[in-house]
């Protein structure tokens, strides 16, 4: 992982996140909310696998993140385990509030995982 996102990840309350159109072939960016484990970047879908930057990114998952000016390529991995994909809800509940979850995020059966190593 490079330094200066790295150092911009841990000043950030979310990210820019940048993925391919799977019909138009264009960047689409977007702000998201995250978690970081160690060298794990984990990001849910606010409208679980209805979500359409997540489409793209089964197309493509090479995705861009962006913190702070600071930015990240890497590939989305899709987490469809049930049991995986709850303890990344509890950790955003945890780390969001479990109101701030409830009020934005309409379906939780997917999330995904970002390497940064």
């Given at each position: 992982?490079?330094?200066?996102?790295?150092?911009?990840?841990?000043?950030?309350?979310?990210?820019?996140?940048t993925?391919?159109?799977?019909?138009?072939?264009?960047?689409?960016?977007?702000?998201?909310?995250?978690?970081?484990?160690?060298?794990?970047?984990?990001?849910?879908?606010?409208?679980?696998?209805?979500?359409?930057?997540?489409?793209?990114?089964l197309?493509?998952?090479?995705?861009t993140?962006?913190?702070?000016g600071?930015?990240?390529?890497g590939?989305?991995?899709?987490i469809?385990n049930?049991?995986?994909v709850?303890e990344v809800?509890e950790?955003?509940?945890?780390?969001?509030?479990a109101?701030?979850?409830?009020?934005?995020?309409?379906?939780?059966?997917?999330?995904?995982?970002?390497?940064?190593?």
């Open positions: 992982m490079q330094q200066p996102f790295e150092q911009a990840l841990s000043a950030a309350e979310e990210l820019e996140l993925v391919t159109g799977r019909k138009t072939g264009r960047p689409s960016a977007r702000p998201v909310w995250f978690l970081q484990e160690g060298n794990t970047i984990s990001l849910l879908p606010v409208a679980g696998s209805d979500t359409e930057w997540l489409k793209n990114a197309k493509n998952s090479t995705i993140l962006t913190a702070n600071a930015s990240w390529t590939r989305a991995i899709p469809t049930p049991d995986e709850r809800v950790k955003f509940q945890k780390k969001y509030g109101g701030e979850i409830a009020k934005y995020y309409s379906k939780l059966n997917v999330a995904v995982r970002v390497p940064l190593a």
